[in-house]
């Protein structure tokens, strides 16, 4: 069954970075684009970037652009989000998710808290 597993979270101060992974197993992972969302304490959970099956185009919101950057290895069903010069406003739970023949899948997601 698919399963998708995040981890990287914790907690760091303004203007710090973290990468973020999540491993993917029980599919084929490098024939599906994969995404990275979030999901503040009291808000709806949003998407955060993009990715096509062989990493090619990207996506980000405008909130992370030119922060933010995600990437995947298919020989480690693997994607990563990189972050860069976290804000507190990027404190959330992430989550990877894969939309595969109509099925929606979502990892249980790591938490993110940028603070001083």
């Known amino acids: 069954q698919v399963q998708l597993v995040e981890s990287g979270g914790g907690l760091v101060q303004p203007g710090g970075s973290l990468r973020l992974s999540c491993v993917a197993s029980?599919?084929?992972?490098?024939?599906?684009?994969m995404s990275w969302y979030r999901q503040a304490p009291g808000k709806e959970r949003e998407l955060v970037a993009t990715i096509t099956p062989s990493g090619g185009t990207t996506n980000y919101a405008d909130s992370v652009k030119g922060r933010f950057t995600i990437s995947r290895d298919n020989a480690k069903n693997t994607v990563y989000l990189q972050m860069n010069s976290l804000e507190p406003e990027d404190t959330a739970v992430y989550y990877c998710k894969l939309t595969r023949w109509g099925y929606t899948y979502w990892g249980q997601g790591t938490q993110v808290t940028v603070s001083s």
């Open positions: 029980g599919f084929t992972f490098s024939r599906f684009g």
